[in-house]
């Protein structure tokens, strides 16, 4: 099983878009992918839009968390949208909805941030 | 169904086998007829246990072996992840939420802490140098009986 990281930019929001599954085998395209856009990028957020992520697990968490704190370093924040069930409850078990604000929608997301910025 | 039923399973220590050892698990669960949250929680349960064997027991030595025993008896579910690598030298910290011993592989430390919470049951053994091996349970309570 693969996964697939679709990245778009919305203005100075990054769009990250994960199909498929992710864990300890698929973590490492999901860190660099984001790692090249943010540091290379004009983003400043990053909204994580999960309607497609059909599987996720610790690694998941790890590298989630991981991304959150480079972009909080440089000032950005992230937010979540639109995860299946099974995905969201790893999130509120892990306490990371501390952290990152979750949305029903990618619009809701888009506009909690343009809000911010 | 009736009677018991097992299977045992031994596959190389590399990360690409982590989504074949939750697919197989999964579909060996099949028989019991779990609801689709109880097959997330043991597909996610199989892939941290089988992600720590590989990160930890073997520091991604793919020459390693990891083992997965899963058993039917009744309505409860049981399964073993061991492996024969490095073993965990203090398991209560390994428990621990947030802990880690490898903060530098982002690893949430939430391996343990999900395997407890999606379990009804669930043990470790550990030899520094001789393995681990996790033992877990899980009632399934089929849909069919929740129908009737």
Do not use: W
Request: charged fraction near 25%; charge should be negative; proline fraction near 2%.
């Amino acid at each position: 099983m693969s996964l697939q990281v679709e990245l778009e930019q919305h203005r100075n929001v990054l769009i990250v878009r994960l199909k498929g599954e992710l864990d300890h085998h698929t973590a490492d395209v999901v860190r660099f992918k984001m790692e090249d856009a943010i540091l290379r990028g004009r983003c400043e957020h990053v909204v994580l839009s999960l309607k497609d992520l059909a599987f996720m697990d610790s690694s998941g968490l790890g590298v989630i968390l991981g991304r959150y704190k480079l972009l909080k370093s440089r000032g950005g924040k992230m937010v979540v949208c639109d995860t299946q069930p099974s995905v969201k409850r790893l999130f509120e078990l892990s306490g990371l909805f501390k952290l990152l604000s979750y949305h029903e929608s990618e619009s809701s997301a888009l506009a909690s941030l343009e809000v911010v910025s | 169904m009736s009677g018991n039923n097992f299977m045992k399973l031994s596959f190389a220590a590399r990360s690409e086998n982590e989504a074949f050892a939750r697919v197989a698990v999964a579909a060996f669960l099949a028989q019991l007829d779990p609801t689709l949250e109880q097959i997330d929680e043991i597909k996610t349960v199989v892939s941290e246990a089988v992600t720590n064997a590989i990160i930890h027991g073997y520091d991604g030595r793919p020459d390693g072996i990891v083992t997965l025993e899963a058993a039917i008896e009744g309505d409860t579910f049981s399964l073993i992840v061991s492996d024969e690598g490095n073993g965990i030298e203090d398991l209560e910290l390994a428990r621990q939420p947030l802990f880690t011993s490898r903060p530098e592989l982002e690893r949430s430390g939430m391996g343990f802490t999900i395997m407890e919470n999606f379990m009804d049951a669930f043990e470790a053994e550990s030899v520094p140098g001789g393995g681990t091996r996790l033992r877990m349970k899980k009632r399934i309570e089929s849909k069919k009986a929740l129908f009737n």
